[in-house]
DNA sequence: ATCTGTCCGATTGTCAGACGATTGCCGCAT
DNA sequence: ATGCGGCAATCGTCTGACAATCGGACAGAT
């Protein structure tokens, strides 16, 4: 019943006339024969060029939408985009969410690329980058008795952290970790305000490290950011290997 | 004109109906209202509950299915599924390609995630782990010879080495960076077959280091294998700043 | 009893055509 | 040149329809 016989075929695959669409579009996109910004025709055109009907490009576009690869510019035609990380990573955390991944593998991730990333962010920062920390530095001093503020800023601190690697790779390896952290973080500050002054401590220790370009005195540091995070979240009566819940944005919604 | 008076109203954003559809459908996942594996409803039905034209449904529809979120099961009815890592790692590789990062970015990134993901993976390999890399390490020594079949071993090897971490999150943060590193590896390979004994070399050490639970050796020729990459790269004549680029494939095409 | 061929309802994929709401642009008045 | 009104283009949505396909039921053949 089950196959068994000499000749196999290959499944065939009817694919829907939007998917072709879509593919056709993207094709023509990855091969660079359309660069961002270009614009793509009205829907009209499409039809007119696919042969097919409205509704069927529209579908396709969906797809593509989705992905990214194009996106309307100036609230009406179409044109390529470059797809921004932070959609498609929020999408891969879900993903995670969904597949009810543990804290500690969430931990160990991050444990693997602290110092692979502060050595980066060492080796890259600008003065810009450092201005950048600096100032968000002050603003989690300020703020430092308003919890919520904190973990704002701290998310923020680890954003610009990440980004005076200026490695985009590694931001996007980070990015959907980041979304996974940033959650969890803020409970955990929430959770245990004691803990803020060490942040804060840690903080500015590491924005010196970038700044003296001192790797040892980063990785030091990160490690400790990390150990008390763990310990945070254990404080905070949670099981290490309880699933990581989210808040995840939808990704569609901003600016 | 713009915003000079004192109560600030929020943005009106008028979404599109197709989009509300989507979003609606989604949050029941996100919310594990509707878990992996649950049937949505038919368009019509769809049609009704949300009381809209079925092309809108159908649009909706699209954008879910682009991210995974849903998909048909048995070539007809839709159902809630798990977004796998590979396809929304393929879209965010694209992401990358896109913007025409450069190898040495990809290689800082390697090189950041490496050890992290060696000790891991020797924290937490299993025996079945040991057993698939011991006979891709086999295989590979059989097709020495073969630089096409060497590369492409070489990736299922680390395919496996990072399967062994057993950590999800890991595993999600390195598949985009993964599927930029392969095609560059089998160029690598194919312009410089001399390195393959040495390839060959690195990928036993590693499995020992796992085997073993040896950690320094684990980084130690994980570091080696990576400084040979880049070597392989340099030989190979490009500049470390050049794009990389990738023959990427579609995503939606596999069983 | 198992297999094959056929039929029917349900559902999807696709189409034609339409309409209101925005948006961009162009010409006109200032 | 600048600002404004008006027009055409385009999008979002809807109505209604039809063919192809799938799931399952049912009857006939081996």
Do not use: C
């Not at 050595?119 to 530095?137: H, S, V, Y």
């Not at 409970?187 to 942040?199: F, Q």
């Not at 005195?217 to 763990?230: A, E, P, S, Y």
């Not at 099981?239 to 569609?252: C, P, T």
């Amino acid at each position: 019943m089950i196959q068994g016989v000499a000749t196999r075929f290959e499944r065939i695959k009817a694919r829907p006339a939007y998917e072709l669409v879509a593919e056709e579009i993207e094709g023509k996109i990855l091969a660079g024969i359309l660069r961002p910004g270009d614009p793509i025709g009205t829907e009209s055109e499409l039809v007119k060029q696919f042969g097919v009907n409205r509704s069927t490009v529209r579908e396709g576009i969906r797809l593509l939408e989705q992905s990214g690869l194009v996106a309307r510019e100036s609230s009406r035609r179409l044109s390529v985009a470059v797809p921004h990380y932070h959609g498609l990573a929020t999408r891969m955390s879900r993903a995670l969410v969904l597949q009810q991944v543990t804290f500690r593998e969430l931990f160990h991730t991050s444990r693997a690329l602290g110092p692979g990333s502060i050595d980066q962010a060492i080796d890259n920062r600008t003065d810009e980058d450092l201005e950048a920390l600096d100032a968000n530095l002050a603003r989690t001093r300020e703020m430092r008795h308003d919890a919520r503020a904190v973990a704002e800023l701290d998310a923020e601190f680890h954003r610009l952290l990440d980004g005076a690697t200026h490695n985009r790779v590694l931001l996007l390896a980070k990015e959907p970790v980041n979304i996974l952290v940033r959650p969890t973080t803020a409970h955990i500050i929430a959770n245990n305000p004691s803990g803020i002054p060490r942040l804060i401590e840690a903080h500015g220790h590491l924005v010196d490290a970038l700044r003296t370009r001192d790797r040892e005195k980063g990785r030091l540091w990160i490690d400790r950011h990390l150990r008390d995070w763990k310990a945070g979240f254990e404080i905070s009566g949670r099981d290490l290997d309880s699933a990581v819940e989210a808040i995840i944005g939808d990704g569609r919604g901003e600016a």
